[in-house]
């Protein structure tokens, strides 16, 4: 199916908030790096921050689609499919243009809880939890649910430290503390 023209301008415009985040882009920076007229962009979103969560969402169904695959393919096992979430992770860090979680920054420029934007970036993180706790469930090991929350924290830290710091590590040493908690998980599930 060929992409519509809102479509187009969606996938544009995250390029363009990831780059250089939500409030830094304005109106004019949009037009010029997505080509679209401020005209055509309200035509299609009521506002700015109806175009944001609409970046989100895409983003997050690409970021979930690309994770969820790529565990996928570095492991059949669910127990080493969820410790295969810190190589993606560490494959994603040394790609040319990391700059972070995007889902982060819009909580970061949009704290209050209620806002959509804020709702959106943190219903990126459940989704994410969720999916891990379906692994683990898989995996047999003891309380998924909180299984899925900790690795979900895991994840999240390690991507916040890899942005803040500028290091690629942090991938590996989240992985190294997942396979503790997977251990320990088991081995409590065991008894």
Known sequence: MRPTKRDELVEKATDAFYRHGFQATGMDRLVAETGVSKTSIYKHFRTKEDLIVATLRLRDAHIRGWLFRRIEELASDPRD?????????????????????????????YQDVKHPINRE????????????SAIAARAGLRDPDAIGRQLALLKEGAVALATMVHDRQPAREAKAIAIQLLAAAATESSD
């Open 81 to 109: 499919q969820l410790v295969a979430i810190f190589d993606a992770l560490d494959e994603w860090f040394h790609e040319p243009g990391f700059q972070g979680c995007m889902f982060a920054k819009a909580s970061s420029e």
């Open 121 to 132: 970036a943190s219903d990126h993180v459940v989704r994410l939890s969720d999916h891990f």
